[in-house]
């Protein structure tokens, strides 16, 4: 008799967390429960548990895949941690010039998203490596002198990052060697480690984008499968920004490939709709509570690519070709200096989440607009039991449209608008962007 198998899926999002469980008879059962900011939901088990014992016997093995905005969310809010980079000397700013090109060809306001560290967080190191070999040494002296400057700057973890230290990474690993001997506890990581390339303002980018976000993914990665092993599953696999998945032990110390785990899997269920209604091309939308994910599908096969840009961070990882914007339904609407209507990036979360949850928050959010103009309402509670309010919706809505000189309702419209333009951007950028 074969063995019974319940394989669990598990998206946790920004706002709420999606649960799937596949029984061995076919049958498929869900639940929804609230995300925790940055963490395991506090009633994620309890849902689990009630959807594997919906699709199967209370024997059957539990196998857990999951997909996590953690990492995403982390980069498009910057919560991640703060991150101390020792470089090459005379190229500290090698990440405030990026490659020189403008964020907007014809706009001269626009900008391009500032890194992910302070200036005053680079620490340039006195040793050069070329092509053809080391030009100047690294001395013991300016190892000790580096270890001292990055220790004073208390960071929650550390990157290295020198020229050409994909063929030559001796200097990068003498100095990571010494800091992990420094600060143990603090995560240390190499460029040469997570993307062994040349171009070195892309390799740079990723291995900061890699310490930048490990203190909370390792954390929570941690906290997950401890969970999950008291909650009887008996495998855990954690989706990669490439669409396919890796190991507990990999995903803790592989962040950066997590940047777009949560929204990977949303392309490949919408392959998967796809192929069983046969259209092999599709454009994918993916709305959540923090962000909306747009892709592109042809003949049948998601696209993936090495270079991306997550919430302006450049990262030179294999992921499925994702464009994220800032426009989920908790995405809070405010009125800049010039007076005009703005929409996101900041999330207003699960917690306390948009203001007619009726949790605490006060911040007017796309949800909010919608629940103004009658397209949600309290008939239809949010994950089986969130009551939706209007009358705190159009209180927090109104406060924006007394700042932006408009009436509830115009303002309303207007925030829905702001928000499905930059679905708009993001759709073309994947498709018409793309010569497609």
Not at 106 to 124: F, K, N, Q, T
Not at 200 to 225: D, F, H, M, N
Not at 226 to 234: E, S, Y
Not at 414 to 427: K, N, P, Q, S, W
Request: hydrophobic residues 45%; aromatic residues 4%.
């Amino acid at each position: 008799m074969a063995e019974e198998i319940i394989r669990v899926g598990v998206d946790v999002g920004g706002t709420f967390t999606d649960i799937v469980a596949l029984g061995a008879d076919g049958s498929v059962s869900v639940g929804k429960v609230r995300s925790a900011p940055g963490d395991v939901p506090t009633d994620l088990w309890q849902a689990v548990d009630a959807a594997c014992q919906r699709s199967g016997s209370a024997h059957a093995r539990r196998l857990l895949v999951h997909g996590t905005t953690v990492a995403t969310n982390a980069l498009l809010e910057r919560t991640g941690g703060h991150v101390v980079l020792a470089t090459t000397a005379g190229f500290e700013d090698l990440l405030w010039l990026r490659r020189q090109d403008r964020a907007d060809l014809y706009d001269l306001s626009a900008h391009h998203p500032l890194p992910l560290i302070a200036r005053e967080d680079v620490v340039g190191v006195v040793e050069r490596v070329t092509p053809s070999g080391v030009e100047q040494p690294l001395s013991q002296e300016e190892v000790a002198r580096v270890v001292r400057e990055v220790v004073a700057r208390n960071p929650d973890s550390v990157v290295v990052s020198f020229l050409f230290s994909f063929s030559y990474p001796e200097h990068e690993r003498r100095i990571l060697e010494a800091i992990r001997l420094a600060m143990p506890g603090v995560p240390a990581v190499g460029s040469h480690e997570v993307l062994p390339v040349f171009r070195e303002y892309e390799r740079t980018s990723t291995a900061v984008a890699e310490a930048y976000l490990r203190p909370k993914v390792s954390g929570y990665i941690r906290r997950l499968a401890t969970q999950a092993l008291q909650h009887g599953i008996q495998g855990l696999r954690v989706m990669s920004s490439n669409g396919g998945t890796m190991s507990v032990g990999h995903a803790e110390v592989r962040a950066a490939a997590l940047a777009l785990s949560g929204p990977a899997g949303g392309v490949e269920g919408a392959r998967l709709v796809g192929s069983a209604v046969q259209f092999a091309d599709l454009l994918t939308l993916d709305m959540g509570g923090t962000s909306a994910d747009a892709s592109v599908i042809l003949g049948g096969q998601p696209l993936v690519q090495t270079t991306a840009s997550v919430g302006g961070v450049a990262l030179s990882l294999p992921h499925v070709l994702i464009e994220t914007v800032g426009a989920g339904g908790g995405s809070v609407a405010w009125v800049d200096r010039g007076g005009a209507l703005r929409v996101g990036p900041r999330s207003a979360g699960a917690m306390p989440g948009p203001a007619a949850y009726g949790q605490g928050g006060d911040e007017a959010t796309v949800t909010d607009a919608a629940v103004v103009l009658g397209w949600l309402g309290p008939e239809h509670p949010l994950a089986g039991r969130l009551t939706l309010s209007p009358d705190l919706a159009e209180r927090a809505v109104a406060r924006v449209a007394r700042s932006a000189g408009l009436t509830v309702q115009r303002c309303a419209v207007g925030i829905v608008e702001i928000a499905t333009a930059a679905m708009v951007r993001a759709l073309r950028t994947v498709s018409l962007q793309y010569g497609r």
